[in-house]
């Protein structure tokens, strides 16, 4: 499938990309019942609307601050939480903390066109009045992983009093040339909306596809060399293979924010340039005020440095630190290394929990 015929996809393709994603499901499927899948802590859901439950993890802390999670919303959230060894969720409740997370659900396909407005403002403003009336906490900590860090960022800046502490992990926020391997698959397409209106909700298995043209190398031979070092170890092979589960447990990305993603942030870099509106109010990184870590993984070619570190330097944060993510064996795919490796576990996230100092209902 060639940059040419992105945007002519006939119904036969669309089909096959379709069926695609069922067949990735059901590998998915096998590889849980072969003992793969996560072991979630348990949670309460407290809010459920179109597209989002907002989780709250037991035991809850009495008295402790809260922390929201915030996934990227193309696969399901349980990579925070795949086994109590290397859970972030576990990790913020040793810590004290009340934990949230957004857990994203597939839109139904009759549902009206949602993008960065609704992701990113509307449903995470929603969590926030949920969290508040559940814990009394009028602000929280927000946390984001990739996309997840966008739509982190994006309410961090249009919510700064209601938020302590914004910690945004290998997160995309710098677009263009050396900030993002995408640039020339994005810039080969002529417009993404036509690609959104020929699917209306972008199937998994094409965003998958479009991965893994962009950076062959993360997405297949790191892959593939990671799980040949894991076989020495248990332990890394346990994760690498419930990772391997997680990674076929995916769901369509709705067009418009499909459209927004690629269109006003990977094409334009509207946020990174102060151009970015949401529900009528145009924000940059200068909007971003609260306490602020970014992790990058200097070796990333997916989200390299340059797509995160200019961001970071742009906000008013007072008060902000970059931290350095080294990489472990046994995470399958090194993205999404910051929430299931173990020395991430071990030093990463002992060192965030340092700086961001002890819990207080009272913030940073």
């Known amino acids: 499938m060639y940059a040419s015929n992105w945007t002519t996809l006939g119904p036969q393709q669309v089909q096959a990309l379709r069926n695609m994603d069922r ?22 859901v407290i809010l459920a609307e179109t597209g989002l439950q907002l989780r709250r993890y037991e035991p809850a802390a009495t008295g402790g601050p809260a922390v929201l999670l915030v996934p990227a919303p193309i696969k399901r959230a349980y990579i925070w939480d795949l086994a109590p060894a290397i859970s ?5 409740q ?12 597939p839109m139904p396909d009759g549902d009206p066109a949602v993008g960065l407005a609704d992701y990113g403002d509307r449903m995470l403003a929603s969590c926030q009045r949920a969290i508040q009336a559940d814990s009394g906490e009028a602000s929280l900590t ?15 800046a249009m919510h700064p009093e209601h938020v302590t502490a914004t910690v945004l992990l290998e997160s995309p926020l710098r677009f263009g040339h050396g900030a993002s391997c995408f640039a020339p698959l994005v810039k080969a ?4 909306r036509q690609i959104a209106d020929t699917f209306r909700h972008v199937p998994g298995a094409f965003l998958n596809l479009m991965s893994a043209m962009a950076e062959p190398q993360a997405f297949g031979w790191e892959r593939a060399t990671d799980r040949w070092l894991s076989l020495f170890d248990p332990k890394a092979l346990a994760t690498h293979m419930q990772v391997e589960r997680w990674s076929h447990d995916e769901f369509p990305l709705p067009g418009k924010l499909f459209v927004d993603i690629v269109e006003s942030l990977y094409r334009n870099d509207d946020f990174m340039g102060g151009r970015l509106v949401i529900n009528g109010r145009t924000i940059g ?33 007072a008060r902000k630190q970059v931290l350095q993510y080294h990489g472990d064996i046994g995470v399958n795919l090194q993205h999404v290394g910051v929430l299931a490796g173990r020395n991430a576990h071990a030093t990463l996230w002992p060192t965030i929990f340092d700086w961001l100092g002890a819990p207080s209902a009272s913030g940073a």
């Open 23 to 44: 067949s990735r499901q059901e590998r998915g499927r096998q590889l849980e019942q072969a003992g793969h899948g996560p072991q979630e802590t348990p949670f309460t």
């Open 88 to 92: 972030v969720v576990q990790r913020w």
């Open 94 to 105: 040793e810590r004290g903390y009340r934990v949230y997370l957004a857990e994203w659900l």
């Open 142 to 156: 927000v946390v984001g992983h990739s996309l997840g860090g966008i739509l982190a960022a994006i309410y961090s």
């Open 189 to 192: 397409t002529p417009d993404a």
């Open 285 to 317: 990184p200068a909007d971003l005020r609260s306490p602020l870590i970014s992790v990058v993984d200097f070796r990333s070619k997916v989200i390299p440095p340059d797509a995160m570190v200019p961001f970071h330097e742009a906000t008013s944060s």
